[in-house]
């Protein structure tokens, strides 16, 4: 299993960016979290089939109707944990 860390830039809260993001982590069948951080960005660990990742790096990229993303930084890395489900953190 593949796993990404992620921050989003842009106006990516308020703006339903989290709740787009856990429902297509859903729809790929991709473990992990959401949750905006202090700075104005977001953050997103995800896990699952790195072709199912690259698909949901590609919706990241995308947005909510609502976002403007300027910015996903991308990192993949070994899997620390193991996930069961996606969620978002407030």
């Known amino acids: 299993m593949s796993e990404i860390y992620s921050i989003i830039s842009g106006r990516v809260q308020m703006v339903m960016f989290r709740d787009f993001v856990c429902r297509k982590a859903r729809l790929l069948a ?3 979290t959401v949750r905006n951080l202090d700075d104005g960005t977001v953050e997103v660990v995800a896990q699952g089939d790195k072709a199912e990742l690259e698909k949901f ?3 990241l990229h995308k947005g909510s109707l609502f976002s403007q993303v300027d910015d996903v930084a991308v990192t993949w890395r ?3 944990t193991s996930l069961t ?3 978002i953190l407030f």
Do not use: N
Request: hydrophobic content about 35%; proline content about 0%; aromatic content about 16%.
């Open 85 to 87: 489900h996606f969620r």
């Open 30 to 32: 991709i473990v992990g």
């Open 57 to 59: 790096i590609d919706y």
């Open 78 to 80: 070994e899997s620390s």
